[in-house]
């Protein structure tokens, strides 16, 4: 989907962002680091189709995400927002709304190239925040006696991400490690 390269800008980008806010274990804490990068963030009742919203006014955003979702998808779509605020703020988009979350191909809507590469690069941003590489990378080294599903179950409870969150994440850490 992406190059080694973009993984790799992406990585370096969190590995910063984390450093910078001090985090130094899982699970991130992804609204405090929206906050403290001057991004609110809040719940609404979006409906069933809605993940979330980020709005852009004057350079200043704030993510809505929906209450109705479980705790890992909220989690999810504030990282992503937060991927769009960091990657896309500058562009003339004022608004992001994220109807059908990351299955974007089982939508009718038709998306330009240009929004399906920013889903894109939004949800690796939120994968990568959510799920540090090295954070990834030193729980699989551990001594594991169980199989590979139930360590995927685990890690997403950890890092308090859903089960296919995590799944995607490995799976992307090793198509670029």
Avoid: C, W
């Avoid at 719940?43 to 809505?64: C, F, H, Q, R």
């Avoid at 089982?106 to 090295?134: C, G, H, I, V, W």
């Avoid at 995927?152 to 859903?162: C, G, N, P, Q, T």
């Amino acid at each position: 989907m992406f190059s080694k390269d973009f993984y790799e800008k992406i990585e370096e980008q969190v590995s910063k962002l984390l450093l910078l806010e001090g985090v130094e274990s899982y699970p991130v804490p992804v609204e405090k680091i929206a906050l403290s990068l001057g991004v609110d963030v809040m719940p609404y009742n979006l409906g069933e189709e809605v993940s979330g919203i980020l709005a852009i006014n004057d350079g200043k955003g704030t993510i809505g995400y929906n209450l109705q979702h479980s705790k890992g998808r909220q989690r999810f779509t504030v990282a992503h927002e937060l991927g769009h605020y960091i990657m896309h703020r500058n562009t003339k988009k004022e608004l992001f709304v994220d109807k059908d979350y990351i299955l974007k191909f089982r939508s009718n809507k038709k998306y330009s190239s240009t929004e399906l590469k920013q889903e894109r690069e939004a949800n690796a941003f939120a994968a990568a925040l959510l799920m540090p590489k090295d954070f990834i990378l030193s729980e699989l080294a551990k001594e594991q006696t169980i199989t590979e599903n139930e360590l995927i179950e685990v890690l997403a409870k950890r890092f308090e991400v859903s089960v296919p969150a995590m799944t995607y994440r490995i799976a992307d850490l090793n198509s670029f490690l």
